[in-house]
């Protein structure tokens, strides 16, 4: 069975840190691009990162570069996204989704995440004082 399990997710503070984990069952990541995608009430679901798979380049957003890393760790089948300093605006549901194959220019084009085919069920994140 094909599985996205997303984990990490907490409330922080404002300049705090968290590490969310995506780990996939039933197939292997090294084939798949996988991009964290964030969704907060009332906004559009919108890529926070993205990792091409078949060029090894990473996407960000705008709006989280310089303060938010994307790793993979193929021995656990899973893959990280380090984000740092974090703001009440990165606050949302925070979902990754994998596609076999791709580049950076697939994860740029797809920031909503059409075409990707399989996705997590989400984990919270919480930034408040």
């Known amino acids: 069975q094909v599985q996205l399990v997303e984990s990490g997710g907490a409330s922080v503070q404002p300049g705090g840190s968290l590490r969310l984990s995506c780990a996939a069952s039933?197939?292997?990541?090294?084939?798949?691009?996988v991009g964290w995608f964030r969704e907060a009430p009332g906004k559009d679901r919108e890529a926070v990162s993205c990792?091409?798979?078949?060029?090894?380049?990473?996407y960000f957003a705008d709006s989280v570069k310089g303060r938010t890393t994307i790793s993979t760790d193929n021995g656990k089948n899973t893959v990280y996204l380090q984000m740092d300093n974090l703001k009440p605006e990165d606050a949302g549901t925070y979902y990754c989704?994998?596609?076999?194959?791709?580049?950076?220019?697939?994860?740029?084009?797809?920031?909503?995440?059409?075409?990707?085919?399989?996705w997590g069920q989400g984990t919270p994140v919480t930034v408040s004082s």
């Open positions: 990792f091409g798979i078949d060029d090894g380049r990473k």
């Open positions: 989704a994998a596609e076999r194959g791709g580049t950076f220019d697939f994860c740029a084009a797809y920031i909503w995440g059409d075409e990707f085919s399989y």
């Open positions: 039933g197939f292997s990541l090294h084939r798949y691009s």
